[in-house]
């Protein structure tokens, strides 16, 4: 018996680890990972980056020690095996902090294996606009700090509050900004059973007067950003301003709220439910604190602390709690079984990010109240109700893995069945069943439990041959060699400006060059004034640009026409004569294919996922003879 259940435990672990591969494949270097390549780039291999405009004014990165970190890591492992090492760490960190966690909730197995599954399949996505989560896909300084502030929140539960200091402590010097709402959570989660903890209180002044006298970074306490650095931030950082948001980030942050508070009714007081409450009361107070210093008062500080952050603690707790909360209501009988039903296509519509939140919350809310002032329903209808709402989740189900199968059909016409069925896999509605499945046969017997390990087996056989779903320039990055270098690069003085559309990664990891202008370099607006005149003056040198490829990109989305969606890559050569025409202007330009103009040089990408692309290289001042009569 004991050798069975063993078994089953073993299946589905492995089956959970698989999960996790399928639904975060690997993207390489995306997104922020962009951004800390190049800061580990600058304090080792690429120091001549730090002419690059995200460099040149001073970023964020001096308040982390991550690329410090990773540089001797890139000179003697490289690029690939250091993301891929480092990303793996710390998803099993996180994971081994969330199976504690839960172990320290319920001592059930079952509820710890629901618990890891929903963390590794549901969104983790938080916060505004649709582009930051938890556990992502690539290496920041983020993925040492989470697991680090998890395995603190452990220790806080355990009452080890020194080794929690410690951990939240590393984690800070990673990633202070994600760091700061654990805090906040542990200090709240502390002064409910000892009001001593509320003397920290008495540093509210003390700040205060460090910001009056002018001390940083205090002093950006009551300092106000200018006008037109105002209006950077607003366009380019809108991410740090909560009224900015869409509808479906404020109905997520209330789907939260509403989950853990339900999950505080429904089990007895205990460590767990000062944890859950602290971590609404954190986000409820940080939230308020940053609609006011952000968005009304355009504090300096306070919009640069970004303190909307703290949805990541409840947003993480909400979605390991969920399993949970749709049993316990299941279980009840009657109407709250519609409540579960309600409940999971709440949670289907908010992980595809549909705008659909308002009324799927309103049909939960609904069901739990009719559930609890009417009694003695009929089985029938309870049945019919349930059935009608989880019908609506299939079919949401399905309407979004058939858009996401269209949409990689489109991007990867070279992906096979294998890569479909990771995308399949994945979906939380098909992930949860599947697990379910899973743990039926293993319960079977000894031969079900063998048969599921197997099963296990071949889904993170599966998992680990698709995971690798990096575009063939991402690879290139990751897998550059220093010798030989890039043909490019024998072209290319010290120090020259090069603009690769959309492709600031490729500059800095191939090229080793500073790039000219890319979107991705707005991220250090909120943080740095000249960064943010040098970023501004810049984009708009580059806005007709921009349009040109938007509206492209439109149409060729309108029609699925791969083809014209590549030629939205090259800019006409009327902009780019235009383009280095300018004062500010870049000294070389890399293109997707050819213009009419012979390049300097060419590079043929290796392909491997993609159709066959071809770059090429020219001089900027060639660019404009070309534009004269």
Not at 17 to 33: E, K, T, W
Not at 54 to 65: L, M
Not at 175 to 194: E, G, K, N, Q, Y
């Amino acid at each position: 018996m004991r050798d069975r259940c063993h078994l089953r435990t073993l299946a589905c672990v492995l089956a959970v680890l698989a999960f996790m591969l399928l639904a975060h494949p690997y993207q390489g270097v995306f997104h922020d990972g962009v951004l800390y390549m190049g800061q580990a780039l600058l304090h080792g291999q690429v120091p001549g980056l730090s002419h690059d405009m995200f460099f040149v004014g001073g970023s964020q990165d001096r308040y982390s020690i991550y690329s410090r970190l990773v540089a001797p890591l890139y000179e003697h492992l490289g690029r690939l095996f250091t993301h891929v090492s480092l990303l793996l760490t710390s998803w099993l960190l996180t994971l081994g902090a969330v199976w504690v966690l839960l172990r320290r909730f319920e001592p059930a197995v079952l509820t710890r294996l629901w618990g890891v599954l929903a963390f590794a399949v549901m969104s983790p996505i938080y916060g505004g606009d649709w582009i930051i989560s938890y556990s992502e896909t690539f290496v920041t300084a983020r993925s040492f700090a989470e697991p680090a502030l998890l395995w603190g929140l452990v220790a806080l539960l355990n009452n080890q509050r020194r080794l929690a200091f410690v951990l939240q402590m590393l984690g800070a010097l990673f990633h202070p900004l994600i760091a700061l709402p654990m805090m906040a959570v542990s200090w709240f989660f502390l002064a409910r059973t000892d009001r001593r903890w509320l003397w920290l209180l008495a540093g509210v002044p003390v700040v205060l007067m460090l910001a009056v006298v002018g001390i940083s970074p205090w002093d950006g306490l009551l300092k106000t950003y200018p006008p037109y650095w105002w209006s950077l931030v607003e366009t380019r950082n809108s991410l740090a301003l909560v009224l900015q948001w869409a509808p479906r980030d404020h109905l997520i942050m209330l789907q939260d709220v509403l989950i853990l508070w339900a999950v505080i009714r429904l089990r007895p007081a205990d460590p767990w439910t000062r944890l859950l409450w602290a971590s609404i009361v954190a986000m409820l107070a940080l939230l308020a604190l940053s609609i006011l210093g952000a968005d009304a008062l355009h504090s300096v500080l306070l919009t640069q602390l970004q303190l909307w952050r703290v949805h990541w603690v409840p947003h993480l707790l909400a979605m390991t709690m969920a399993p949970w909360l749709v049993f316990r209501l299941w279980q009840r009988g009657g109407l709250w079984q519609a409540s579960a039903s309600a409940l999971i296509l709440t949670l289907v519509n908010a992980h595809i990010g549909t705008g659909h939140g308002l009324a799927t919350l309103s049909l939960w809310g609904l069901t739990s109240l009719v559930a609890w002032r009417v009694q003695g329903i009929s089985k029938a209808v309870a049945r019919l109700v349930c059935i009608s709402i989880l019908l609506c989740a299939l079919a949401l189900s399905a309407y979004q893995l058939n858009a996401l199968l269209q949409q990689m059909s489109w991007y990867l016409p070279r992906a096979g069945w294998v890569d479909r069925f990771a995308k399949i896999a994945a979906f939380p509605v098909l992930a949860l069943g599947g697990f379910a499945a899973l743990q039926y046969i293993a319960n079977k017997s000894r031969g079900g439990a063998i048969a599921a390990l197997g099963m296990s087996a071949l889904l993170m056989t599966a998992a680990a041959s698709t995971w690798d779903q990096r575009t063939d320039l991402a690879r290139a990055v990751e897998e550059a060699p220093a010798q030989p270098p890039h043909p490019f690069i024998a072209h290319l003085p010290a120090n020259a400006s090069v603009y690769w559309p959309k492709e600031l990664a490729a500059v800095w990891g191939l090229l080793e060059r500073p790039s000219h202008y890319s979107q991705p370099q707005g991220a250090g607006v909120l943080f740095n004034r000249d960064t943010g005149l040098l970023f501004g003056s810049r984009n708009e040198t580059y806005r007709r640009i921009n349009e040109d490829r938007e509206q492209c990109l439109t149409g060729a989305q309108l029609t699925r026409d791969l083809a014209a969606r590549r030629r939205c890559e090259v800019p006409s050569l009327e902009r780019l004569t235009t383009l280095c025409s300018q004062l500010d202007a870049p000294d070389f330009v890399v293109l997707r294919d050819r213009l009419t103009i012979e390049p300097i040089a060419t590079w043929r990408l290796p392909d491997h996922r993609e159709l066959p692309q071809t770059y090429a290289l020219y001089a900027c001042s060639r660019l404009k003879l070309a534009g004269l009569p």
